[in-house]
């Protein structure tokens, strides 16, 4: 795509005039805050963001070049010419290989009932590296046409292309690593490990989103990482409170209880299904969507609390402090499954504080700092029914509740997203020479 196809003509100009970021994000970018609050402070701050993501999937369908909110998006295909080609090939060797997988006609082949053939399994393993390095490749030529001033990684899984792109340009690149990479469910595996070992050191500039993880970056790998937490935009923070109590027909004197977030594993919905009978009042609702979202209705069938539980589904962002607002208690219980998790602050746990809500939370290093340290909420042990449930109970009376409500706004007026910015707007003023 031409400067000229993608640009107008005052666009053009304010191309050649600014500074350029171009971001490699793997996802559509339809739902990402983080990555969205900073592209904007960016913008604002006199940079042109261009964000290279990923083309939709199935029946979405998103605009190959758009402009959101002041920020250039590029969306990259999933599948380009030579994976296309290798997947006509493998749907004609599909057959084959499953055939002499087969063995002998009537003969019973252990094993074969519920998983594929390993030949089968490896060559799916195969095309979908080759997917992953094309998109990586793709996004990497893409970026160096763009002719960036400055290369930005979100996330590990985009470090390959950023490295490729800053070799070809060798201009300052940024890895802004919002997950804990290697301490993932998953992800703990040595060719993580090696691919973030091998690409860091082309970084100009780390950051990561909490103390604990980086004071792991820097025994690991001798980095010192900029810490830009995932915090609340205190411009999307006045959004007036929604009647959830008429529009998911709640009692009018049964209090909500909410989670926002994905309904995914290891976010400890179960244990807090688990400790609703023992609740003295309340009604849980969730605000997400995710892939045990089955799993979890069909365990609220199952313990009898379906007239005390509401799913909402996904909701937009800009909406979503409505709903957290109609509630009375935040919970943020993440299963210790994990170094991502034990070293989290979660962005929730900040959207709580800016509607007012003292929360149930996890008992991790990053949570504890500032649930203590400002008295807005009840530490529990996450995996444990009976003291979610307690903690809920005592905050469900007038006090505590009224004062760890109260102290709630002392959080927000020191972690905010405009203290935040101001680290990352100055990082780049510094690697930009200003």
């Not at 998006?73 to 599948?79: D, H, L, P």
């Not at 209090?255 to 003295?280: F, H």
Request: overall charge positive.
């Amino acid at each position: 795509m031409s400067l000229h196809r993608r640009l107008s003509a005052g666009r053009v100009e304010e191309w050649l005039i600014k500074p350029k970021i171009v971001m490699f994000l793997l996802n559509p970018f339809t739902n990402d805050a983080r990555v969205h609050r900073e592209g904007t402070a960016l913008a604002s701050a006199g940079y042109h963001v261009t964000i290279l993501a990923l083309a939709g999937t199935g029946p979405t369908v998103l605009p190959q070049h758009e402009w959101v909110d002041g920020l250039e998006v590029i969306r990259i295909e999933r599948q380009g010419i030579v994976f296309r080609a290798l997947k006509r090939v493998w749907s004609g060797l599909k057959p084959v290989v499953r055939g002499r997988s087969a063995g002998r006609p009537g003969e019973l082949q252990q094993g074969r009932t519920e998983f594929p053939p390993a030949s089968e399994s490896s060559l799916r393993r195969v095309l979908r590296f080759l997917r992953r390095a094309g998109i990586l490749w793709r996004m990497a030529l893409t970026a160096v046409r763009l002719r960036a001033d400055f290369y930005h990684a979100h996330d590990l899984n985009t470090m390959p292309a950023a490295v490729l792109a800053k070799l070809l340009r060798w201009r300052p690149l940024v890895y802004d690593s919002h997950e804990a990479a290697t301490g993932r469910v998953g992800h703990d595996v040595w060719y993580v490990h090696l691919i973030e070992r091998v690409t860091i050191p082309f970084a100009d500039a780390v950051i990561a989103t909490t103390r604990t993880r980086a004071e792991f970056m820097t025994a690991k790998y001798g980095v010192r990482p900029l810490v830009v937490g995932n915090v609340i935009d205190l411009n999307l923070a006045a959004v007036p409170a929604r009647d959830l109590h008429t529009e998911l027909r709640i009692p009018a004197d049964q209090p909500i209880i909410i989670y926002q977030g994905g309904v995914q594993a290891g976010r400890g919905i179960e244990q807090v299904l688990q400790s609703i009978p023992m609740w003295r009042s309340g009604c849980f609702v969730v605000v997400g969507d995710g892939n045990l979202m089955g799993k979890v209705q069909q365990l609220a069938v199952e313990l009898g609390v379906t007239d005390r539980v509401r799913f909402t589904g996904r909701v937009p962002l800009k909406d979503l402090l409505g709903y957290t607002r109609a509630a009375r208690i935040g919970v943020q219980v993440l299963q210790n499954t994990c170094f991502n998790h034990y070293s989290t602050d979660s962005n929730k746990l900040f959207e709580y504080f800016a509607a007012g809500l003292p929360v149930v939370a996890a008992d991790y290093p990053e949570i504890r700092r500032v649930v203590e340290e400002f008295d807005v909420g009840i530490l529990v042990d996450p995996h444990d029914p009976g003291q979610i449930a307690q903690a809920i109970n005592t905050l469900l009376t007038p006090e505590p509740w009224g004062t760890k409500s109260a102290n709630t706004r002392n959080v927000v007026q020191q972690y905010n997203w405009q203290v935040e910015s101001s680290k990352l707007i100055q990082l780049y003023n510094k690697l930009r020479g200003n």
